[in-house]
């Protein structure tokens, strides 16, 4: 892996020019990168200036005018060569994402293949950009529906996949003939710029202007470059629900587009016609994979009555057998938190559970000692909660799982249901009035519902997002290109004569 950082800092890419990158170049402020792996220093990046931002968005402008007169079944070509880079890189770029984020090297790894399938997905979207065609009410006349370019995309991204959600945006974004500007987490910038140089390089074989890819680093104010400028056309951003409300508001404000990718507070409900076997893994690979940051993290966890005491001794004896330590070894299942800030949430949280009349079933601690320098290893907690509580409705981006129980099935999709979040849901079931009543618009009201399949880990070819304070948008598969496009009616009269609609008559 440090041959490939090498690689990276001595590419023409790190000048901070045309492509937006500003890393080591002209300016005192200092981003400095840690791994919470080991607490060590990763790199100190410089953020873009204003300058910088203004540099690129015209060189995003000008690639613009070229990459939207590419044939779309073209634009797919590159993309899928982009997807070939990422193959050839996967395991380094894998190992990146684990050792700056935190998260274990097979979900990493992970990570890498979810890009190269949406590359893939891009490819034979290509030829899929679909419109409609439609019957005119006037004579000799023919009316259709086509999609073009929206123009520039901002792209801003968290730092839980700081590779996979870029690319979910960026992907279909290019085979619609956009191009992108990409602000990562400042939290994950190395693994922008190693997705920056793998692009460029496919870019530069194909003689396309490296403007179709742009990249800016920084903190919350180049964020609000992106929301506040009108030559932005849509801006996609994933985050918490309090970022996505202040991006929605100034991107309307001035009429523009976006996508919200923002919090989940996720629950499954486990009946008494469950499958123990199957419930029990799912259950805590949702709640403590990524070390609970995932949006799609498992948070709460609704038992009925009679499977109740089963259900609680199993995970107990599950989250015993959690191993936590260094990401990169694999036979951990748990890595760290992101940085003392995730950590101090995680205390938090656990202060209020007890303050608020929760029973610890496991406690949760900071770990210390050996291989735990950095102090953002925690323990995953499991907290036998009342329902209506208040820290119950809040996301935690921590491996805390809330146990609470019900008695009818209706019951259990009102406390689904009861919270301000929108993203994932799932019941474990084997009855089928039970899954078909949770999949029903009586049931889940959730932008995404599974039948005996946890809460985390959705594939690219459906949509993905969810409603309420998830922030409604859609990304990824299914028809979630049209984001990125603008729909035109077009009308065509063939005829020698000019017919109005309506019966107008209108004579001269």
Known sequence: MQQFLQKLKTQPVMSGTSTGLAFWHSTDALLDTYSPVDGKLLAQVHPTTAEDYEKVIQTAQEAFLHWRTVPAPKRGEIVRQMGEQLRQYKKELGTLVSYEMGKSLQEGLGEVQEMIDICDFAVGLSRQL??????????????????HPLGLVGIITAFNFPVAVWSWNAMIAWVCGDV?????????????LACQQIIKEVLEQNDVPEGVSCLITGGREAGEWLANDERVALVSATGSTRMGKAVAGTVASRMGRYLLELGGNNAIIVTPHADLNVAIPAIVFGAVGTAGQRCTSTRRLIVHESVYDDVRQRLVKAYGQLRIGNPLEEKNHVGPLIDDGAVAAYRQAIFQVKEQGGRMLVDGEVLEGPGFESGCYVRP?????????????????????YLLSYSTFDE???LQNGVPQGLSSAVFTLNLREAEQFLSAAGSDCGIANVNIGTSGAEIGGAFGGEKETGGGRESGSDAWKSYMRRQTNTINYGTALPLAQGIRFEL
């Open 180 to 192: 992108c500007i990409w602000k990562p987490s400042e939290k994950t910038p190395l693994t922008a």
């Open 381 to 401: 907690a499991i907290a036998e909660m009342p329902a209506q509580t208040e820290i119950v409705q809040h996301e935690t981006f921590a491996p805390i799982l």
């Open 412 to 414: 259990a999709i009102a």
């Open 130 to 147: 679909y419109g409609l065609t439609m019957h005119s009410e006037r004579p000799a006349h023919r009316m259709y529906e086509q999609w």
